[in-house]
């Protein structure tokens, strides 16, 4: 893994390089991640292949980065990634859960020879009179949770993970790894490195804004693939993304490519090596 920085408005943006194969792929987190949850894909990808992933702004070693937060900024932010880097049309652009979104909004201005949508970017409109809030404290529970709480140390951090009803029965030294590279704080104060404020108001944008992000997706071209985990964000048995939901943008975008990824939740289709292997194989076609 090489660590390189961004200029971005505000600062600079970390991002790592995971391989050093000249094929690129560009990795969007989610919205309480970090680039290191991409390393179980990096490392099932075949040789030739590299894959760039960045810690967004409000997360990871880019947390200092100033708001405004949303999507479009993320966007804004993934361009001057791609910038960097060299992306260019032979590139293939991916995100998992909120990174799937902020990657269809980039990708409707960035031609990639394939976009993989990861558990994530269909459009998600709220119900009449439903306060965001309250939608979002209701789906995302323990992730946003856990980001206004301390523990008396790293290893106390690591326990909440491991207790996590999507995370326990796959736990592997790569899900260790990505939890002790979002811990930071001294003793009796370990905390996330997520900043909850950023989480929040990119989870309004979220909800929210579902006519722009439903519009980007129509504008990416190629259509992009979309990888479904079966099971959800604490392993429940209906995915963040139903089949209701995702047939009713098949009718409205024919040419988006839906496939589910058997045995995995909204979090081991990128941990858990049966699954990582599924979403590298997808990325690198």
């Not at 893994?1 to 971005?8: G, Q």
Request: aromatic share 6%; net charge negative; proline share 8%.
């Amino acid at each position: 893994m090489n660590i390189d920085e961004v200029a971005v408005p505000g600062g600079r943006l970390r991002i790592a390089r995971f391989g050093g194969g000249p094929r690129l792929i560009i990795a969007a987190h989610g919205i309480t991640a970090s680039l290191m949850a991409w390393r179980a894909v990096a490392e099932a990808l075949p040789p030739g292949w590299s894959l760039v992933a960045a810690d967004l702004r409000g997360r990871g070693h880019s947390a200092d980065l100033p708001g405004p937060y949303g999507l479009d900024r993320h966007a804004e932010d993934l361009e001057r990634v791609a910038e960097h880097v060299g992306a260019d049309g032979t590139s293939v652009l991916t995100g998992h859960s909120m990174g799937a979104y902020v990657a269809a909004l980039h990708g409707a201005h960035r031609r990639y020879a394939r976009v993989v949508l990861v558990d994530g970017g269909l459009p998600l409109p709220l119900p009449p009179g439903a306060d965001p809030d309250e939608v979002l404290e209701a789906t995302l529970g323990p992730a946003v949770a856990r980001l206004s709480r301390t523990y008396p140390s790293v290893d106390a951090y690591l326990d909440f993970f491991r207790a996590h009803p999507a995370l326990a029965d796959d736990w592997s030294p790569l899900i260790e790894e990505y939890v002790r590279y979002d811990a930071t704080g001294p003793d009796g104060a370990v905390r996330s490195r997520a900043r909850e404020d950023a989480v929040r108001q990119d989870g309004r944008w979220l909800l929210t804004e579902h006519e722009a992000i439903g519009a980007a997706l129509k504008a990416v071209e190629p259509a992009p693939l979309l990888l479904r985990a079966p099971r959800g964000l604490l392993n429940q048995d209906v995915g963040m993304l139903p089949d209701d939901l995702t047939a009713r943008w098949a009718a409205e975008l024919p040419s988006l490519r839906d496939e589910v990824v058997p045995d995995c939740n909204h979090y081991t289709i990128l941990f858990a090596p049966r699954c990582a292997a599924v979403v590298a194989a997808r990325l690198t076609g």
